[in-house]
Each structure stands twice: as C-alpha cells, then as structure tokens.
C-alpha cells in the first residue's frame, strides 16, 4: 500500500485544488465533439450526421457552464472533485436526452453513458489540473535557473547597464495637462470647469498612460514564450521510465466501466485481466530486452510503445472481436474505438513520463536545459529578461503610480464640482496641479521600500476622497523579500474598490501566517470589476491566485495570500 501511494504522489503532488474552472472547460470541448462524432455517431461517412453529433457534442458540453461559472475558483478540493464527476454525468445525461430531438440515439443506456462520461470528466480535469502544476513548477524552476546563471554572469562581467527607459511621451503629457489646469485659474471665468478639468484628465489616462502600461506589460511577458521549456520535459522523457503499470491503475475504473458498457459482464472481466496481463508482458519483455543489449531508459520507452501498438493492440482488438462484435453498430466502429482507445492510452503514458520526470529530476531538467541553450543563447534570454523586468517595473509604475495620482485627482475635482462652493474650485485645482508637479518628474526605478511608509502614502493620496484605515503587522514595518508585491496587492485592491465599487470607507487588513501573508480588504462600495482583465487583474492572477471578492452585510470583502 505504501509503495503505492509512493508511486502515485507524484502525480497528486500536482493536482491543483481547483478542478473545475474555465480553463479545463474550455480545453475539454474538442474531447466532448470527438467522443460524439468518432466513438458515439454509427455513421461517419454521412455529413449530416457528423453536423448532428457535433451539435449534440457541443450542447452536451455546455450544459456544465452554469455549474462552471458557480464554482470557478470557489469551493473545497472534495467539492471540486465530487463536481467534476457530477458534472461529467450531467452532460452524458444531456446527451443520452437531446439525441432523439435530432432524430438520432445514443446506444449506451442513460445510466451508463452517465457514469461512463462522470469518470471520463473527472479524469480530463484532473489531467488538465495536473498539467497546469506541471507547468507551473518548471516555469518556476526555469527562472531560479536563470536567475543563478544571472548572478553568476554579473559576478564574471561585473556589467551593470541597464536599459533606459523612454518616458518623455507620458512627462509631455502630463505638463500639457499642468498648463490646461494652470490656464484654468488664470482665466477664471473663461477657463474650464472642474468637470471639464476632470475630463482633461479623463482623456490623458485614456491615451498616454493605460495603453502604455499594457504594452509595456505585454512586450515584457512576451519574452518567456521564446524559451521553448516544453522541448526540454520532452528531452527528459528519455531519461525517465514510463510509469506503464501506475499509470494503467488509476484509470483502470474508467477502463473497466468504458469495457462492461459495450459487452457482458464475463467478456468485459476477461477482457480486462487479458488486457493488464498483457501490458504487465510486454513491459517485462521490454525490459529484459533493453538489459540485455545494455541499452537506455529512451530505447526501453520507444520499445514498450512499439510493443503495445504493435503486439498488444492487434491481439486485444481481435479477442474483443472474437467475444463482443454483436455489441457494436459496426466492425469499422469497433476499430475507431479501439484505436482510440490505444491513442488515450499512449498520451497519458507519455504525459505520466513528463510528469515523473519534472517531479523526480529537476536537476535533470535544468541540466537538459543547460544543453538545449548555449551559453550565447541564455545570455540573449537574460539581455531579454532584463529589458522584460524593465518594462514591467515601467508598467507597474504607469499603472499604480501615475494612474492611480491622475484618477484621484479626476474625483478630487469631481467631488468639488458637485460642491455648492464655488470658491473652492480654484482651491481644489491647486491640489491637482501639486499632485501633477510629483508626476513630471522623468521615470526612475524606486529601490525597495518598506511596506508600511508605501501604503501610509496610498492613503494619503486617496485623503479627502476616502477614509483609509490600515492594520498592519509589524513585519510591514521593515523592507523584506516581498513586500513590494504585497503592497502592491494592497494597492491595487483599495483602488479598484474606489475606483469601481465607489467606496468611501475601506479597511485593510494584514496578518503574517508562517512564510505566508494573508490580506482582507473590506469597504462599503459595490461588488464591481472591469470586464476587460488589464494589469491588475494579472497582478492577481501571479501573485494571488486564490484572489476572490464576496459581497457581505458591510459591502465588498477582497481576500488573499501571497508568500511573505
């Protein structure tokens, strides 16, 4: 049982706690389509019928979308699992129903295409959950190697350039809204109102500093793509033995259960130990083949996968005929099923390779990564990164800073506006153009800062708009490994409550929980968001990614946690 478990943790080590999101339904509608047309349709040769059964494929599909939007990022990891399955039996149930409303039917009985495509859901999102894992660690591990290989180049160069950044665009901006203002008081009369003022402000935020921030964001993610990390996990793939015989375990309830729903109890059984015996041959074969001829892990992988489609397969698929050929529509069906099955088979050894590889051998990786780049090439990635992390700090700054000073200033003027004091109105424009001097000033990299001055500063940015209130632990009182990104999370959650929820009253609160920083952030507006995802959002995404906003009794809650 221990040995078991031992060899099935790598994979669960992946497995996120959030199975159902709209990533794994999306990436699952290709298998929805397929499945009806390939393996359900008695009749391929007929286009009306391929139409009919993608139409069905993709109804079926979108029956779980109201379940997905409910429970994205939401819910416990048994809750997510138990709504995986139920969701894959929903849409075999939808499809069992709707069959007929096209003139067609579905050979399984309702239950059993219930059950057949619950575990066949659950499965896919599992998969898609522990390729996002996958992922995600080798894309963290792949910048911890280069930022080792970094170090170590600026200790040999001692080279310290860096890209200048071109800001004149956004300062000549900002001075030609300085002297619209300044125009304003000098003309009295004559000049703009504070509502035209506020939309002075409107358009600048519109043209020179929202589009720039995420260009700038953009050009700076881009730069990861060009790496090719995929390329080096498949080079690991001959470095690692497929797990055949674990991988043939977990999805042995979806095979039995795919195998007694086209024949009868004692066929499907027999099947199934013929099967695994098989598999359980061939990899002793193959292993005793690669011994012998003193051969590697790579020649024992391709050998195994030669030997299953090859010796395996045709056998298997000729004792299904022998017992469940009346079970089927067609013989001609029963090879689509039989290939695709060998297809599902194949991808999930191949993946459970990867995914052993980046779980057992991340210095495998690396080293793999070491020769897929030449040294001239990892040094044009880091001149890439370098210019990336630039524009991205630009960007942050366009977008926390300079947005942030120009879209309070905007409701500064539009709270005047809406004043029965007149008199204020010069006043309250001479605070803008204060808040605008601090944004002339040409861009430069701030160096670290302690958490806590950083937010004291947000709030009195935000003073005579809202009333901030901030508790903070003392950990935020000193400069730490990543306190920026906790500010900055701060920051972005008190704006876009402001911004968007209209807020008036916001409390912040911070607590430090082991090596992990948890954030609330409540105030008294509305639950409201962009619907286009901009910088912010992305901010989220990295940094938060368990990032929700709930409505409660007070107004809006935003909670976090991010590693401190």
């Given amino acids: 049982m221990k040995r078991i478990k031992n060899d099935v943790s ?7 706690d959030k199975l159902v999101t709209w990533t794994a339904f999306w990436s699952t509608i290709p298998v929805s ?4 047309v390939l393996f359900i349709n008695p009749d391929k040769s007929n286009t009306e019928g391929l139409l009919t059964w993608t139409a069905i494929g993709l109804l079926s599909h979108a029956s779980m979308a109201p379940f997905v939007h409910h429970l994205n990022k939401k819910g416990s990891r048994r ?3 138990l709504m995986a399955f139920f969701l ?30 619950g575990f066949a859901f659950l499965y896919y999102f599992v998969i898609i959950s522990i390729i996002q894992g996958v992922w995600g660690k080798f894309e963290k591990d792949l910048r911890e190697f280069l930022l080792v290989f970094a170090s170590a180049n600026s200790l040999t160069s001692g080279s310290t350039e860096t890209t200048d950044i071109d800001d004149s665009e956004r300062q000549d901006a900002i001075a030609r809204l300085g002297k619209l203002l300044e125009d304003s008081i000098s003309q009295e009369s004559d000049g703009l109102t504070l509502r035209q003022q506020a939309q002075a402000i409107d358009r600048v935020i519109a043209k020179n500093i929202r589009p720039k921030s ?5 050009t700076a993610e881009l730069v ?6 995929w390329r ?3 080079n690991s793939f001959f470095e690692t033995k497929s797990p055949v015989m674990v991988v043939i375990i977990m999805i042995l309830p979806l095979s039995i259960l795919g195998g007694f729903s086209r024949a009868s109890f004692f066929n499907a059984l027999l099947l199934q130990i013929f099967a695994i015996l098989m598999i359980f041959l061939i990899c002793d074969f193959a292993d005793r083949i690669t011994h012998k001829f003193n051969q590697g892990i790579g020649f024992n992988n391709l050998l195994y996968l030669l030997l299953y489609i090859f010796l395996q397969s045709p056998i298997i698929y000729y004792s299904n005929y022998l017992l469940n050929l009346s079970s089927y529509p067609s013989l001609q069906n029963m090879v689509q099923i039989q290939v695709g099955t060998m297809a599902v088979a194949i991808a999930l050894v191949v993946t459970g390779t990867m995914i052993l590889s980046v779980y057992n051998s991340r210095e495998e990786a690396l080293i793999q990564l070491r020769k897929f780049l030449p040294e001239d090439k990892l040094q044009d990635i880091l001149a890439a990164g370098q210019i990336s992390n630039e524009q991205s700090d630009y960007a942050q700054y366009l977008h926390a800073e300079v947005q942030s000073q120009l879209t309070a200033s905007k409701l500064l003027l539009l709270k005047a506006a809406e004043s029965d004091f007149t008199a204020m109105s010069t006043e309250t424009t001479r605070q803008v153009l204060a808040r605008l001097e601090l944004l002339k000033t040409p861009y430069e990299k701030k160096v670290a800062r302690i958490p806590k001055v950083r937010l ?19 950990e935020l009182e000193t400069v730490s490994k990543n306190g920026e990104i906790i500010s900055q999370l701060i920051e972005e959650s008190v704006i876009n409550a402001i911004r968007h929820g209209k807020a008036k009253n916001v409390k912040v609160t911070v607590w430090i929980e082991g090596d992990i920083c948890k954030i609330e952030v409540q105030d008294d507006g509305k639950l409201k968001s962009t619907k286009k995802p901009g910088l912010g959002s992305t901010l989220f995404q990295v940094f938060a990614p368990d990032w929700k906003l709930k409505t409660n009794d007070a107004g809006t809650l935003a909670t976090m946690s991010t590693p401190f």
């Fill in 232 to 234: 080096v996990i498949k």
């Fill in 10 to 16: 790598p994979y669960t080590a992946f497995i996120q």
């Fill in 79 to 81: 809750t997510h699992f």
């Fill in 88 to 117: 894959g039996a929903l849409r075999g149930v939808v499809l069992n129903l709707i069959a007929p409303l096209f003139f067609v039917a579905d050979p399984l009985p309702i239950y059993v295409r219930a059950l057949n495509s």
């Fill in 456 to 474: 004291e500063e947000l709030t009195q940015t935000w003073r005579g708009l809202t009333r901030i209130k901030m508790d903070l632990p003392p």
């Fill in 214 to 218: 995420s260009q700038r964001w953009k």
């Fill in 33 to 36: 389509v397929i499945t009806a």
């Fill in 224 to 229: 990861w793509p060009q790496i090719h990390p």
